[in-house]
């Protein structure tokens, strides 16, 4: 465990303090390899291709945008449960979440229409661990 880190579920969650990035995002296949956009915020690859998540004016217009908000908490990577228990939490209300876990953050993506509602229900589910 890295000094600084968090591995107790409750405190992860008491901890989780949701920050909402103002600006929108998008996936976006990135087909020449030596094309790796300076803005993009993560690159991921996969068998099929690279991805780079990129910020909105930077992608097609159709694509699909997503909002990314940044769990504060310096959680170790070998906790246990926080991406469950914040994908549970959006699922039940219908909202999709996708998960990239930083060596400090985690970092989720969700429907940018459901950006208040995601922070509304990731504010709850930390106070609801503080008691």
Do not use: Y
């Not at 405190?11 to 993009?40: N, Q, Y």
């Not at 068998?47 to 159709?62: K, Q, V």
């Not at 549970?88 to 209300?93: E, H, I, Q």
């Amino acid at each position: 465990m890295k000094p600084g880190t968090v591995t107790d579920l409750k405190a992860m969650l008491i901890g989780m303090d949701p920050k909402l990035c103002e600006r929108s995002w998008c996936f976006h296949a990135v087909s020449d390899a030596t094309f790796l956009p300076e803005t993009a915020f993560a690159i991921i690859r996969e068998e099929e291709g690279m991805c780079a998540i990129i910020p909105a004016p930077a992608a097609p217009a159709d694509a699909p945008q997503f909002a990314r908000i940044t769990l504060q908490v310096h959680s170790d990577l070998q906790g246990v449960g926080l991406t469950a228990a914040v994908a549970t939490t959006l699922a039940t209300s219908g909202i999709a979440c996708n998960v990239i876990a930083g060596l400090h953050h985690d970092h989720l993506f969700v429907q940018w229409d459901a950006r208040g509602e995601a922070m509304t229900l990731l504010t709850k589910l930390s106070q609801d661990a503080q008691r």
